[in-house]
């Protein structure tokens, strides 16, 4: 599986996989390059969290150099959100993604991305540095109080062990041809996220730059990737871009 991949850097461990990435980038690392890490001492989520990084689990950064637009690549976000759900249906489970790229099984998040935009590359490319961490081996046990009630892992999922490096080849094989699908079209891949896309006519709430929270009724994906919510009295929906969706407890 390897021969598909560009060169992959393994390490016992790193603060975050995403920094080792972003230093190799600076040292001219090429497109499609892969670091891997058993665990990760200061893993980074999204909005600024800290993404919980014990061994037996998957820490994976992928370099990506695009020819697109720095604007363009929230999209490719999207696009590493199916490759990981793809891989996990590979594996006999049933993914779904919660927008932007959260994959959950059972309703609870097993893998989530963090992309970042190097801005400094030599030769002035766009570089983006797609940061994807899989739970593999978390059993509840094992989870902080936090993370109990919200998190998930495939081991535990499928009642069977998984061995993360088979799984990390597998994503990181499976994101260079979601990638090399977006480079040709400078555009996420819709139509297959949707397939996993599990938030349809779902009622959210997110935070609006002009109005503040906002509740509604998710409506689709757009084009480039952003969220459709059609907000409570408005005629048309929203494209959501950035921040978080929260499903709306019922009532
Ligand atoms: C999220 O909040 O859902 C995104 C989590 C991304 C975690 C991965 S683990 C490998 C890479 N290195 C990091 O520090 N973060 C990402």
């Given at each position: 599986?390897?021969?598909?991949?560009?060169?992959?850097?393994?390490?016992?461990?790193?603060?975050?996989?995403?920094?080792?990435?972003?230093?190799?980038?600076?040292?001219?690392?090429?497109?499609?390059?892969?670091?891997?890490?058993?665990?990760?001492?200061?893993?980074?989520?999204?909005?600024?969290?800290?993404?919980?990084?014990?061994?037996?689990?998957?820490?994976?950064?992928?370099?990506?150099?695009?020819?697109?637009?720095?604007?363009?690549?929230a999209g490719?976000?999207?696009?590493?959100?199916t490759?990981?759900?793809d891989?996990?249906?590979?594996?006999?489970?049933?993914?779904?993604?919660?927008?932007?790229?959260?994959?959950?099984?059972?309703?609870?998040?097993?893998?989530?991305?963090?992309?970042?935009?190097?801005?400094?590359?030599?030769?002035?490319?766009?570089?983006?540095?797609?940061?994807?961490?899989?739970?593999?081996?978390?059993?509840?046990?094992?989870l902080?109080?936090?993370?109990?009630?919200?998190?998930?892992?495939l081991?535990?999922?499928?009642?069977?062990?998984?061995?993360?490096?088979?799984?990390?080849?597998?994503?990181?094989?499976?994101?260079?041809?979601?990638?090399?699908?977006?480079?040709?079209t400078?555009?996420?891949?819709?139509?297959?996220?949707?397939?996993?896309f599990a938030?349809?006519?779902?009622r959210?709430?997110f935070v609006?730059?002009?109005d503040?929270?906002?509740?509604?009724?998710?409506?689709?994906?757009?084009?480039?990737?952003?969220?459709l919510?059609?907000?409570?009295?408005a005629?048309?929906?929203?494209?959501?871009?950035?921040?978080?969706i929260?499903?709306?407890e019922?009532?």
């Amino acid at each position: 599986m390897s021969a598909t991949l560009g060169p992959v850097h393994r390490y016992d461990e790193l603060a975050s996989t995403n920094d080792e990435a972003r230093r190799l980038v600076g040292q001219g690392a090429p497109d499609g390059t892969v670091v891997l890490a058993r665990r990760q001492t200061g893993g980074r989520g999204r909005l600024g969290r800290h993404w919980f990084s014990p061994e037996g689990n998957v820490f994976l950064s992928y370099v990506h150099q695009s020819r697109h637009r720095p604007e363009a690549l929230a999209g490719l976000t999207l696009d590493a959100g199916t490759a990981i759900a793809d891989v996990i249906a590979d594996l006999g489970l049933e993914p779904a993604l919660k927008w932007p790229n959260d994959v959950q099984l059972g309703g609870r998040k097993v893998a989530g991305v963090l992309t970042e935009l190097v801005t400094d590359a030599p030769h002035g490319q766009a570089v983006a540095i797609v940061g994807v961490g899989v739970n593999v081996a978390l059993r509840p046990a094992d989870l902080p109080d936090a993370l109990r009630p919200i998190a998930t892992s495939l081991d535990v999922e499928a009642g069977q062990a998984f061995d993360p490096e088979d799984v990390a080849l597998r994503v990181a094989a499976r994101l260079r041809q979601k990638l090399a699908g977006f480079e040709a079209t400078g555009a996420p891949d819709v139509a297959a996220y949707q397939r996993w896309f599990a938030q349809l006519g779902q009622r959210v709430r997110f935070v609006d730059p002009a109005d503040g929270v906002v509740a509604g009724v998710v409506q689709g994906v757009a084009h480039d990737g952003g969220l459709l919510v059609l907000a409570d009295g408005a005629a048309a929906p929203t494209t959501v871009r950035a921040g978080e969706i929260t499903p709306e407890e019922p009532a």
